[in-house]
């Protein structure tokens, strides 16, 4: 199946970036012009009219991903907004994930897609036996209620919170291409709150697992994984780029930490799915 593009590297093409002619900011300035003067009205401080403004070009596509952004006194030029605006707005934009910054070089804007650490619940080989790397986009987040697995497992309602993603693995061409699987992952936001107010960007490529235990001290003791066949449902198949109803393998992952559940996920592989490795020793789990 196909994907829409290439998965993005965790790391930012710096040489990319570096390599580039420095470009026109002539498109950029008749978006942020148009932006700071519906915003004008609207009393928020300068430097969130700016942040808000370079936000939305980026989500839009006006600046791509690993684009050099023009510099602080760039903006300054083709914007109302003195330096000290300018630094709190793109000091606000790293923070939220959007983008990096690297002396000598620039800004760029961050990749959406960034490789897994370390995947537990799914992890796939090539021919010589070696892990393939996984990349994360995360699509939505969301409060969720009403009947479900997750329900009676998490007793969260209603604070339970979804994040959905789309996992790519990069194959060549030879092998299939880019191979693509979806997950739902269900957690107590008001128990994990980073879930909730991290941004979308910021979760990308994140080993949920591992920054429970950084940011919290837990500690996974049983995994349970349950497998069957269910049909693509329209999310599904619009996710995965395939047709509704085709079969897909599904697992449910249970997993519980020494305080009781701690998280429960939803994956739908397709049938071309290389071979899946599912090796859970608990007693290594507090390093993975």
């Not at 580039?20 to 004008?40: E, H, I, M």
């Not at 897609?113 to 992890?123: F, G």
Request: charged share 25%; with cysteine.
């Amino acid at each position: 199946m196909g994907m829409s593009g290439p998965a993005k590297r965790d790391a930012p093409m710096w040489g990319d970036a570096r390599a580039k002619q420095k470009p026109g900011w002539d498109k950029l300035s008749r978006f942020l012009d148009t932006k700071l003067k519906q915003a004008g009205s609207e009393g928020l401080p300068k430097y969130r009219i700016l942040q808000n403004g370079l936000a939305e070009a980026i989500r839009t596509g006006v600046i791509g991903d690993n684009e050099l952004l023009p510099t602080e006194t760039d903006l300054t030029n083709i914007t109302p907004f003195s330096l000290g605006t300018v630094q709190r707005a793109l000091k606000n934009l790293v923070g939220a994930g959007l983008i990096v910054r690297k002396a000598g070089v620039g800004t760029i804007v961050a990749p959406w897609r960034r490789e897994l650490e370390n995947p537990l619940h799914t992890r796939f080989f090539d021919k010589d036996g070696n892990v393939l790397a996984v990349y994360t986009e995360v699509l939505s987040r969301r409060r969720v209620s009403g009947p479900g697995p997750w329900q009676d497992f998490l007793k969260s309602n209603p604070n339970t919170l979804v994040i959905k993603r789309r996992l790519i693995i990069e194959r060549a061409k030879e092998e299939g291409g880019d191979f693509c699987y979806y997950n739902h992952f269900y957690c107590d936001a008001s128990k994990f709150p980073v879930f909730k107010t991290a941004s979308k960007r910021e979760l990308n490529g994140v080993n949920f697992k591992r920054r429970m235990a950084e940011e919290f001290g837990l500690v996974i003791t049983r995994v349970s994984n349950h497998m069957s066949i269910h049909p693509a449902t329209t999310e599904i198949a619009t996710a995965l780029n395939i047709d509704v109803d085709t079969p897909l393998i599904r697992q449910r992952v249970y997993v519980y930490s020494m305080e009781g559940p701690l998280y429960y996920q939803d994956y739908w592989i397709p049938p071309e799915v290389p071979e899946i490795v599912i090796d859970t020793a608990l007693e290594n789990l507090a390093d993975v």
